[in-house]
């Protein structure tokens, strides 16, 4: 008996072995694409994310810019474009980014139509709805989807 689990033993380390060995020849990797897409990748020039300037900076002091929903509003868009966007916003799908559209769309339409224009765009703003998106309105600089907000007249 002792003998039969020493060859039963033996024949499954034989067989692991065997059996890593096959993961050698498996696959043959070929990395001189991605080593070619890396290096494009780092030879480009990225610049530094700017600081954004405040939504109701260089405006004259009304009611529409002083009352506390738009200084909270306009106080947490800036935190967030100058702190929070840095770090998640490098793969977004629009130009301009959502944060940047619904400063401007607040400063166009106002707080409640710029807010319910921002809360349109986030809405959008996933992989899934890029399946929908028109070709013809990609940036040819930026490779992102032009959405203006004057398309929203």
């Known amino acids: 008996m002792p003998n039969l689990l020493v060859k039963i033993k033996i024949s499954s380390l034989g067989l692991i072995f065997f059996l890593f060995s096959l993961e050698g020849i498996a696959q043959s990797i070929d990395l001189s694409a991605d080593l070619i897409l890396i290096d494009s990748i780092s030879k480009q020039k990225i610049s530094p994310p700017s600081k954004r300037s405040y939504i109701f900076k260089n405006q004259t002091a009304t009611f529409k810019n002083r ?3 738009s200084l909270i509003f ?3 868009l800036f935190v967030y474009q100058n702190f929070i966007s840095q770090h998640f916003s490098a793969d977004c799908l629009y130009d301009p980014s959502c944060s940047e559209f619904s400063k401007q769309a607040v400063k166009e339409y106002g707080l409640i139509k710029g807010g319910l224009l921002t809360v349109d765009r986030l809405g959008r703003c996933n ?5 929908d ?3 013809s309105l ?3 600089k930026t490779h992102r989807f032009s959405d203006d907000i004057k398309s929203y007249r």
């Open 67 to 69: 009352n506390p929903v």
């Open 74 to 76: 306009g106080g947490s």
């Open 127 to 131: 992989r899934i709805a890029a399946t």
């Open 133 to 135: 998106l028109n070709i």
């Open 138 to 140: 990609i940036n040819e």
